[in-house]
Nanobody, 124 residues
């Protein structure tokens, strides 16, 4: 499967952005998907994850209550709605996928497919 991340940009603190991860392939609905981010000088971290069918989600503590992950399997797309953005949210955001029925994948090493990054910059 191929992933295409988009939707990044420059936004002021307190603003919102919605990232999209569009996938190729007819079985995307059977893949768990995660959104990761990597800030300069820091390790890549999992921000949010969603199971193949969507009911199960995971959020890092730093984004709980501000970010929402969702998916539209009919459109082969996973979204990350980011609200109340903070300067510390500035990073390159990546989406990743793994064949996993019903599970949210937490470990970065378990993801098989990665999209290119999209830059999110939050100004103070």
């Amino acid at each position: 499967v191929q992933l295409q991340a988009s939707g990044g940009g420059l936004v002021q603190a307190g603003g919102s952005l919605r990232l999209s991860c569009a996938a190729s392939g007819r079985t995307f609905s059977r893949y768990g998907v995660g959104w990761f981010r990597q800030a300069p000088g820091k390790e890549r971290e999992l921000v949010a994850g969603i199971s193949s069918s969507g009911p199960r989600t995971y959020y890092a503590d730093s984004v709980k209550g501000r970010f929402t992950i969702s998916r539209d399997n009919a459109k082969n797309t996973v979204y990350l709605q980011m609200n109340i953005l903070k300067p510390e949210d500035t990073a390159v955001y990546y989406c990743a996928a793994r064949w996993a029925l019903g599970a949210v994948i937490i470990r970065e090493s378990e993801y098989d497919y990665w999209g290119q990054g999209t830059q999110v910059t939050v100004s103070s």
